[in-house]
């Protein structure tokens, strides 16, 4: 059997399946996370895929280090999976993570960016779900006095 290469292709064929998630067997790998997942959508998705790690990890009461040795990856991926929303993480990182959450492959890979997501649904969940688990925090007295005296400067221009 002969394996088809030809990029342009494959994009097409990719584009006609009619899933949510679509994955071209080593496309996925071969690609760049913004030609496949598509600009729109991937830093709101990775947003929702480094808090749905760090919450997962913090409820469980473990380091960034605990969590690398308990998923069996480097602590550099977590650490960049938390702390760079345009950090693009290894297929057997998410792997890894899904398995040790007990969350699909498939959802994970689309939240990490790494597969096309078409489903509006799974989309709008993931950006809630980024919105909702950041703290919200009192502004400093500092931070209102500046907030103020901004919001006052663009409205008198």
């Known amino acids: 059997m002969k394996v088809n290469n030809d990029r342009e292709w494959l ?10 998630f679509v994955s071209v067997g080593g496309f996925v790998e071969s690609m760049g996370v913004e030609e496949l997942a ?15 790690i760090q ?11 605990q969590f ?8 550099a991926e977590v650490l ?12 057997r990182t998410v792997h ?13 890979l689309g939240l990490s960016g790494l597969l096309k997501v078409k489903d509006a649904q799974f989309q709008k969940a993931a ?15 500092e931070e209102h006095s500046a907030l103020e005296e901004y919001v006052k400067f663009l409205c008198e221009r």
């Open 68 to 75: 690398a040795a308990r998923v069996d990856v480097d602590l």
């Open 11 to 20: 994009k097409r064929q990719a584009a006609l399946e009619d899933g949510d």
């Open 96 to 108: 890894q993570i899904a398995n040790f959450l007990g969350i699909p492959d498939k959802k994970l």
């Open 38 to 52: 598509g600009a729109q959508n991937v830093i709101p998705l990775r947003s929702a895929f480094a808090r749905l």
């Open 127 to 141: 950006l809630q779900f980024a919105a909702r688990a950041e703290p919200v925090e009192k502004l400093s007295q």
């Open 55 to 65: 919450l997962a990890r913090r409820e469980r009461n473990l380091s960034c280090e």
């Open 80 to 91: 960049g999976i938390e702390a760079d929303e345009h950090y693009r993480p290894a297929l």
